[in-house]
């Protein structure tokens, strides 16, 4: 036991080490109850007590345990208040004698680690809505309040509770069993862990240096996720695909927008402020991931972003090479957004006109009839080859396209721009 | 936010620099679970000072370069870890587990629990 200390900061503490060892604790408890919604119950039960206990006798040295240890002990206290009415359940009761043992060390860490997969695959299972996964995600792995969750997807907190509350309902009525799933749905459910992780990370990497700080916050929640994936699942070469990706982006934050929060271009951004660390990070995950095998969307969307990272001027980057892998996304995940995108790089490697034969055959997809990124990249492409008078009109056609203001504005500039070089 | 966990040691210490496998089996668990945790960015030990050190003093314009050991200095900067997490409060935290780990093996640290500078410098 470490010193008492003031009320005030054991009371802060015991906030920290919940939010550090929720995961744990919620899938500690959860592999014995085998019920994610009852296993989080016991564990606020738990941070309850430690609120009592610790200001007073002092933080344990093991606190993870220690809570994961009070849960468990109020769980067989529940089974056995059932018991009292059901006697089937008295054989349940005898197991659980076995696996909660009043000692701390009883508590393994490896079987920890098992349970937290469980868990984690349980709270990321596609019977639940994207976002649903993510809140729930956050509030059993992460720790997080519904206070805290509601800001960082700016809505309010009965909403998300309503959410969390209804995703455990879904999983209690469809009976997901709290286990890792079997080779057979292995890849379909490693899919909706990932891309609940990439959602989180999104949700706050859309939002250019906002005055929330939450947002910026939930990239950091993300990547903590995707590395604690790493540690779980290092044979997986798309967990390591989907760190890389993230770590390359999370390098370019402090570049990404300018000091009004004006959102910077990636070849306009100051490369000097780019976080080699994480870039160094990012391209290690992406060894590990090729390493394990073939690539797939997550470890190919991390080449493309480590392209741009290894380039230290936007003249160096190796366009030719972004264009074919995004030609072997498009074969993966065919979208006419990733074929939006070969037509840029391939405009870079191999020139406008190139680029914009590719480009203008997606005028027709009606997936992008509204999506004001197909004609501003048609005008950047008309302009680059002296074509102005279409180019303008691309770019008025843009300008009425975006919901964003300041988008409008630039491409209402460079529609003019085109005006005044026709004349 | 980044923290900078350094820890500090006195070489005279047996065992300080020189770990046991013990020592070395439970710092690779504690590094590991930091790791797990997905709070790790980095982290890196340092040789005793009588290893291939140098140490230099600019004092009023005047720059010296004396090579180690640092007999005279008591406490040195024997590692560091750099760590990226929610609240001071939780580098506090993992820091008291990394200094529990030396106590646990009979050896007296001292870990410093630092702020990195993020953003621009012209800030």
Known sequence: ?423 | MRYMLMHKLDENTPGAFDPSPEFIQDLGGYIEEVAKAGVLLAAEGLEKSSNESARITVTKGRTTVIDGPFTETKELIAGFGLLEVRSKEEAVEWARRYADLFGRHGIDVEVDVRRVSEGPMES
């Open chain 1, 1 to 423: 036991m470490s010193p008492v200390t003031e009320p005030e900061a054991a009371r802060r503490t015991v906030e920290t080490v919940w939010r550090m060892e929720a995961g744990r604790v919620v899938a500690g408890i959860a592999g014995v109850v085998r019920d994610v919604g009852l296993a989080e119950e016991l564990a606020q039960d738990a941070l309850v007590a430690a609120l009592e206990q610790w200001p007073r006798d002092g933080v344990p040295a093991n606190p993870g345990a220690w809570l994961t240890t009070v849960g468990r002990r109020r769980a067989v206290d529940a089974i056995r208040r059932r018991q009292a009415q059901q006697r089937t359940l008295a054989e349940l009761g005898r197991d659980l004698d076995e696996r909660v043992s009043p000692d701390l060390d009883a508590v393994v860490e490896e079987t920890i680690d098992d349970d937290l997969l469980r868990l984690i695959f349980v709270a990321c299972h596609p019977v639940l809505s994207p976002i649903a996964r993510a809140a729930l995600t956050l509030r059993l792995l992460g720790g997080l309040t519904t206070g805290e969750i509601a800001r960082a997807f700016l809505t309010t907190e009965s909403t998300v509770g309503q959410r969390i509350t209804r995703a455990k309902q879904t999983l209690a009525t469809a009976h997901v069993p709290f286990e890792v799933p079997g080779p057979a749905e292995r890849a379909e459910r490693l899919d909706s862990v990932l891309e609940v992780v990439y959602l989180i990370f999104n949700e706050g990497y859309a939002a250019t240096a906002g005055d929330d700080w939450v947002r910026p916050a939930l990239c950091q929640e993300a990547l903590r996720l995707a590395r604690l994936l790493q540690g779980l699942m290092p044979g997986e070469p798309e967990v390591h695909g989907l760190a890389a990706l993230l770590e390359i982006q999370a390098s370019r934050t402090a570049a990404r927008a300018g000091p009004d929060g004006a959102p910077i271009l990636l070849n306009d951004q100051d490369r000097s402020r780019w976080d080699r660390l994480l870039i160094r990070r990012g391209l290690a995950a992406l060894d590990r991931a090729r390493a394990l095998g073939d690539s797939g969307p997550y470890t190919i969307q991390a080449e493309i972003a480590a392209c741009h990272a290894r380039a230290r001027t936007p003249g160096e980057t190796d366009w030719a090479r972004i264009a074919a892998l995004y030609a072997d996304l498009a074969r993966i995940v065919p979208s006419p957004v990733v074929e939006l995108n070969r037509a840029v790089a391939v405009a870079q490697a191999d020139g406008p006109a190139a680029g914009l034969e590719l480009a203008r055959k997606l005028a027709d997809e009606p997936a992008l009839a509204h999506y004001h990124l197909l004609p501003s990249v048609l005008g950047d492409l008309l302009a680059r080859l002296g074509r102005h008078e279409e180019a303008r009109a691309e770019f008025e056609r843009a300008a009425r396209l975006t919901g964003n203001a300041r988008e409008r504005s630039l491409l209402l500039e460079r529609a003019a721009g085109c005006r005044s070089k026709k004349s």
